[in-house]
């Protein structure tokens, strides 16, 4: 298909990653040739059951140009979210961007809660236990693996 818009145009490095549980940041770069005069918008969908919303905390760069999207209280859906970024200009047409993410798999894990360690004098050592992260979308807490650094003081 022919996509209205100008080659080049369009915005790059489109990523979101979502951190403390609920909240998420997308980022991208202006399309290396886009006129100087375009502004991007995003607009996102969560699941096909929910309406398409644009960002409503846009991140800029120095020139007021939106290179970003601040989320708060996202929820995981179990399906895939749509997110298409268009653009504006007075000087010519600017192709969209668009791409289905499993938000899951950008999620970044708080640490593990209540970290804990119990050392005796005798053979035995230490014994150190925790509980799991919490976590945007539910998981089976078996799943988790965890790694333990001890330095010897």
Not at 12 to 28: Q, R
Not at 81 to 92: R, T
Not at 139 to 149: A, G, K, L, M, P
Request: charged share 20%.
């Amino acid at each position: 298909p022919v996509f209205a818009g100008m080659n080049g145009s369009a915005i790059e490095n489109f990523s979101c990653v979502i951190y403390n549980v609920s909240l998420m940041n997308c980022t991208w770069q202006a399309g290396r040739d886009a006129p100087g005069d375009t502004q991007y918008f995003l607009y996102w969908q969560n699941s096909r059951y929910d309406d398409a919303m644009e960002c409503e905390i846009y991140i800029k760069d120095e020139n007021g140009r939106n290179t970003g999207c601040r989320f708060q209280n996202v929820k995981i859906e179990t399906e895939k979210a749509y997110f298409l970024v268009n653009g504006s200009s007075k000087d010519s047409r600017i192709q969209f961007y668009d791409e289905y993410i499993q938000l899951y798999k950008t999620e970044i894990l708080t640490p593990p809660l209540n970290v804990t360690v119990n050392c005796t004098r005798d053979p035995a050592g230490c014994i150190i236990t925790w509980q799991p992260p919490l976590t945007n979308h539910v998981e089976n807490v078996n799943c988790f693996q965890y790694e333990i650094s001890i330095q010897n003081k």
